[in-house]
T-cell receptor, first 110, second 118 residues
């Protein structure tokens, strides 16, 4: 089992729709969870992080965390073509290191 | 705030030469910096953790004699790829963790360095 698994892409949604990105992780000791966006050829940029069970909203983005299920997700509302990128889920393991998933490529069609 | 720079942004070198990449935290002090490598269509893989004033900790499978890491100050870490070969061609990205903000273990990423070895 991989340490971090994300839903395989590419994920294609029409402009204005909700994009749903999912992630499961294996380290039950993980307490912080980060979502990064990476455009082709660029380094990751932080979208948001979550550390408590439940939902956390920031503008068009909502992160959801369920530690019992070892599941974290990211919802993007009113998706825009500029949201087209690869989204990386990264829990922090007990050693304080970010463990990246393989990423989900999102394509928002105008 | 929380800006991390890398230099150079890209480099092309001949096989067998050594290449040094610098990672700087511009507006904060970082006791810990991380070095990642990313091959095309793959995710980021942690190579090593660099702690100011001490030896770096390398991930399994990463040759410490090939990838030399020095973290001489709270704002600078360097990665030297020694005797580079074409298979070392990759996108190298550093990140830094603020010395003060440790609660959530947030890392701030540099823009990356694209290395091409001919």
């Amino acid at each position: 089992q991989k340490e971090v698994e994300q839903n395989s892409g590419p994920l294609s949604v029409p402009e204005g729709a909700i994009a749903s990105l999912n992630c499961t992780y294996s380290d039950r000791g993980s307490q912080s969870f980060f979502w990064y966006r990476q455009y082709s050829g660029k380094s990751p940029e932080l979208i948001m992080f979550i550390y408590s069970n439940g939902d956390k909203e920031d503008g068009r983005f909502t992160a959801q965390l369920n530690k019992a299920s070892q599941y974290v997700s990211l919802l993007i509302r009113d998706s825009q073509p500029s949201d087209s990128a690869t989204y990386l889920c990264a829990p922090v393991n007990q050693g304080g290191k970010l463990i990246f998933g393989q990423g989900t490529e999102l394509s928002v069609k105008p | 705030g929380a800006v991390v720079s890398q230099h150079p942004s890209w480099v092309i070198c001949k096989s067998g030469t050594s290449v040094k990449i610098e990672c700087r935290s511009l507006d904060f002090q970082a006791t810990t910096m991380f070095w990642y490598r990313q091959f095309p269509k793959q995710s980021l893989m942690l190579m090593a953790t660099s702690n100011e004033g001490s030896k770096a900790t390398y991930e399994q499978g990463v040759e410490k004699d090939k990838f030399l890491i020095n973290h001489a100050s709270l704002t600078l870490s360097t990665l030297t790829v020694t005797s580079a070969h074409p298979e070392d061609s990759s996108f190298y990205i550093c990140s830094a963790r603020d010395r003060i903000e440790r609660v959530y273990n947030e890392q701030f990423f540099g823009p990356g360095t694209r290395l091409t070895v001919l």
